[in-house]
T-cell receptor, first 112, second 112 residues
Framework: EAGVTQSPRYAVLQEGQAVSFWCDPI?????LYWYQQPRDQGPQLLVY????????NSQLPSDRFSAVRPKGTNSTLKIQSAKQGDTATYLC??????????FGSGTRLTVL | QQKVQQSPESLTVSEGAMASLNCTFS??????FRWYRQHSGKGLEVLVS????GEKEEGRFTAHLNRASLHVSLHIREPQPSDSAVYLC????????????FGTGTSLLVDP
C-alpha cells in the first residue's frame, strides 16, 4: 500500500512569493491533516478535512494561508505571500476509521 | 489547549543500553497517546499507541502511561544506531477528530 505522498520535497522562496504544497493521502482515508513543523519543534496542526469539508482551520493564518481538498482525495496547501517566519517543514497526514495518523515525508520550505 | 513537554531534549546511549524518554502534559483531557519517530528528512513513523493507564509494548518499544501524573514515557530496549532519530510524543482526544498535539521532541543518538 502506498503511503502519504507529498510534493515538492523542498522549496526556497523570497519573501512575498507564493507557494503551493500538494498531498496525496492513503487511498480510502477520509480525514486529511496539514501540520507545520518549525525547525527543532514538534508539528502544529494548521487545518484538517473530513472528505472535502474543512473541519477545523482555527490555526491556519487565514490572511495568507489557504487549503483545499475539492474531491475529498488530494489536497493543496497554499501560502499567498510567504514570510521568513513561515520557514518550516509542512507535513500532511491521513487517517481512516482508526485513530492512527500516517504522515508523509513533508515539504521543507525556506523563505529568504 | 494541551501543552506537552518532552525530556530530555537530547540523549546519547550506547548500543544495547536501555533508552528512556519522557513526556509530561498539562491536563488530563487527552485519551489517545502515541510515540512517533522521525529520522532526519523523513516523515513521522508511529511506534506505539496507548489509550489507558499502564504499559503497552510494540516490539522493542514500550510506552507507560500514568494520567494521574500527567506523564507518558517510552522505553527502547536494545537500541541500535538505526534508532537514532527525533522521538515525538503526541496526544489527542478521540471525540475531537484525533487532532494530535505534539511535544517538542527528544533527539536520540545511539552510539555503536
Amino acid at each position: 500500500e502506498a503511503g502519504v505522498t507529498q510534493s515538492p520535497r523542498y522549496a526556497v522562496l523570497q519573501e512575498g512569493q507564493a507557494v503551493s504544497f500538494w498531498c496525496d493521502p492513503i487511498s480510502g482515508h477520509d480525514t486529511l491533516y496539514w501540520y507545520q513543523q518549525p525547525r527543532d519543534q514538534g508539528p502544529q496542526l494548521l487545518v484538517y478535512f473530513r472528505d472535502e469539508a474543512v473541519i477545523d482551520n482555527s490555526q491556519l493564518p487565514s490572511d495568507r494561508f489557504s487549503a483545499v481538498r475539492p474531491k475529498g482525495t488530494n489536497s493543496t496547501l497554499k501560502i499567498q505571500s510567504a514570510k521568513q517566519g513561515d520557514t518550516a517543514t509542512y507535513l500532511c497526514a491521513s487517517r481512516d476509521w482508526s485513530e492512527t495518523l500516517y504522515f508523509g515525508s513533508g515539504t521543507r520550505l525556506t523563505v529568504l | 489547549q494541551q501543552k506537552v513537554q518532552q525530556s530530555p531534549e537530547s540523549l546519547t546511549v550506547s548500543e544495547g543500553a536501555m533508552a528512556s524518554l519522557n513526556c509530561t502534559f498539562s491536563d488530563g483531557t487527552s485519551d489517545n497517546f502515541r510515540w512517533y519517530r522521525q529520522h532526519s528528512g523523513k516523515g513521522l513513523e508511529v511506534l506505539v499507541s496507548i489509550f489507558s493507564d499502564g504499559e503497552k509494548e510494540e516490539g522493542r518499544f514500550t510506552a507507560h502511561l500514568n494520567r494521574a501524573s500527567l506523564h507518558v514515557s517510552l522505553h527502547i530496549r536494545e537500541p541500535q544506531p538505526s534508532d537514532s532519530a527525533v522521538y515525538l510524543c503526541a496526544m489527542s482526544m478521540g471525540n475531537m477528530g484525533y487532532k494530535l498535539t505534539f511535544g517538542t521532541g527528544t533527539s536520540l543518538l545511539v552510539d555503536p
